[in-house]
């Protein structure tokens, strides 16, 4: 299905003009351009990197050098070693490594003088019948460039560590440029052509392609992706590497009907989304690619991009007006952005990850973009715990609440990031493991003098609040909790929460708020568990702190305990479900709020 909708996704793209790279060549990032004189030597090297402003979560503006995109003859999917026509690696085109501040044409494997040598056989082979005045130079720079001879070359010293990471190509210092010689395109192209025949189809190889339905001959090999956090030599989405996995005595990607040109377009098309930073954005591991059926999909991909990524807080206004202006969107349909998305368009998300040399996904998700987009807003409500909140919370601190901020390891698993991903898109039930995580962490976690809501803050609270409500209101057309304090609510587990607040804060006010160990550290991950053993012992213990308050406070006190206790009817649950730990944390939020929350009716607390 992804890759269908991969090849349909090029076509809108094709029939708007973005005809993207053309078939045989690639982009390739390049940061600075060899300038050769007409006689081949190397008279400078052209920095050609841009200069983009990227905010920074304090505010301010980092300055970085982008490289320029070029579009170079297909590059090689190997790992070994084997030369590109006009190659961009530095240890192919100049043979030295770079260490210590010197440059070398010596390494453990003699990989930098193999590298060279077969760069240069490689080039000296397909431009030698090439007649233009750039070609001509190139040519003569591959037989002048000797490696050995070359360490001490002032210009490369001018690149220092930027020559290990950087990529080339060349030109004349009248801007002209190798890829774009005329001479050089049409030899390329007759290149191209005698490839294609040597691929013709053989009629015994022959297959109906899966995506396009016409006969062709399948592609052996898939190209590679340039994948996020993958291998940097690429991944592939479609591979059967190992026999196990071969059916019908078909080898390699013969299993998958899938024809040479339906490869191309969808392999250049998955590149070219993950490289776009408006398509996709990543969650841990997790990437989360995104993509509607029209010819510009920029203002869907802006939506989804502020519904997806950035981390909230006073650090990120940016991110935070972003996600707010898309939450407006959804709940009224209005003009978002630079253009007018479609809701009606089809809108497709999907989560990949990588593993080893391969690309994983792990769902995909289609439907109507304004159906999206309503369950997002839908998800962006359900997660709000009080009417005062006004911010989105972004995937990416949900994520963040899941894991202990002592932990080294800030990453969640992939597939409840999906799943939890999944339950927003679609509108269904979140996944039970995300309310046992956020619970466990509200148990576990402990909150430190600088920082008083690790524990139990508005985004944990209103992770709880949406699992639970959603699946009373799928399962039972209801829902449990409102925005605020609910005295009218029944649910034992709900009233030992309160109960527990109201504890809490008698503790708080009977020592002046100077306590270094609360009832909160000592016993709140055991009374959410198993109240009837500890929740007797609070009350005891409140009882001795009341006798410290003001006679007005004693009397508040006591009323409030009483109301609760009366709708307990005395009794504490003995152990509590993970749905009545949930409630238990909300009724304590609840309560806590509203007895730190200053009262206008100048009734004395």
Request: with cysteine; charged share 30%.
């Amino acid at each position: 299905m992804l890759i269908n909708a991969l090849c349909e996704y090029a076509d809108k793209s094709a029939a708007s003009g973005d005809a993207g790279v053309p078939e045989g060549f690639s982009e390739q990032k390049v940061h600075f351009r060899v300038i050769l004189s007409a006689d081949g030597d190397m008279t400078g090297i052209l920095d050609i990197r841009y200069e983009n402003e990227v905010p920074q979560k304090n505010g301010k503006i980092k300055i970085i050098r982008e490289p320029e995109k070029a579009v170079l003859p297909a590059r090689t999917q190997k790992t070994t070693i084997d030369p590109n026509i006009i190659e961009h690696r530095p240890l192919y085109i100049f043979g030295l490594n770079y260490e210590n501040n010197t440059f070398t044409p010596d390494d453990k494997t003699n990989k930098a003088r193999k590298s060279h040598d077969a760069f240069v056989k490689h080039e000296l082979e397909f431009f030698e019948d090439i007649d233009s005045e750039l070609c001509n130079a190139y040519r003569a720079f591959l037989e002048k460039w000797i490696p050995e001879n070359e360490v001490d070359n002032s210009v490369l010293k001018q690149l220092g560590a930027d020559y290990k990471t950087s990529y080339f190509t060349f030109g004349f210092a009248d801007g002209r440029k190798l890829e774009e010689d005329e001479a050089f395109l049409k030899k390329y192209s007759e290149y191209l052509t005698g490839q294609k025949e040597e691929k013709a189809p053989v009629p015994d190889n022959e297959v109906v392609c899966a995506i396009t339905g016409e006969k062709g001959i399948p592609a052996m090999i898939h190209d590679k992706i340039k994948f996020p956090g993958g291998l940097s030599s690429g991944c592939v989405l479609v591979g059967m590497k190992e026999s196990a996995y071969e059916s019908y005595g078909k080898t390699q990607s013969f299993n998958s009907n899938i024809s040479e040109a339906a490869m191309k377009k969808y392999t250049a098309t998955l590149n070219k989304l993950l490289a776009d930073s408006n398509h996709r954005v990543m969650i841990n591991d997790l990437v989360i690619m995104y993509f509607a059926m029209k010819k510009d999909d920029t203002a869907e991909c802006d939506f989804m991009t502020s519904m997806l990524s950035g981390a909230l807080g006073n650090e990120d206004k940016e991110t935070e007006a972003a996600l707010s202006e898309a939450g407006k969107f959804a709940a009224s349909g209005r003009h978002y952005n630079m253009g007018e998305p479609d809701k009606n368009v089809m809108f497709y998300v999907v989560g990949m990850t990588p593993n080893s040399s391969r690309i994983c996904q792990k769902f995909l998700y289609r439907d109507r973009f304004g159906v999206i987009a309503d369950n997002l807003e839908q998800h962006q409500k359900d997660l709000r715990i009080s009417e005062e909140q006004k911010k989105q919370i972004s995937f990416s601190w949900i994520a963040k609440e899941l894991v202990s901020p002592k932990s080294s390891d800030k990453n969640i698993p992939p597939p409840l990031m999906s799943a939890i991903m999944l339950a927003a898109l679609n509108g269904s039930e979140y996944p039970r493991d995300l309310l046992e995580t956020v619970i466990r962490r509200v148990k576990t976690d402990s909150d430190e003098e600088k920082n008083s809501f690790i524990k139990l803050n508005d985004t944990r609270a209103g992770i709880i609040k949406a699992c639970l409500n959603r699946k009373t209101r799928i399962r039972e057309n209801k829902e449990e909790f409102t925005m605020s304090l609910n005295t009218e609510n029944k649910d034992p587990a709900y009233l030992c929460g309160r109960l527990f607040a109201v504890y809490e804060k008698i503790q708080q006010d009977a020592s002046g708020g100077g306590l270094n160990r609360t009832i909160k550290d000592a016993y709140y991950s055991s009374a959410c568990s198993t109240p009837s053993i500890i929740m007797p012992k609070l009350d005891k213990l409140s009882q001795n702190h009341i006798r410290k308050l003001t006679d007005g406070a004693k009397v508040y006190y006591s009323k409030l305990i009483s109301e609760i206790m009366d709708k307990l009817e005395g009794k504490f649950p003995r152990t509590m479900t993970l749905d009545d730990q949930g409630s238990f944390i909300i009724g304590y939020y609840q309560q806590n709020k509203a007895l730190y929350t200053p009262k206008n009716d100048g009734k004395e607390e």
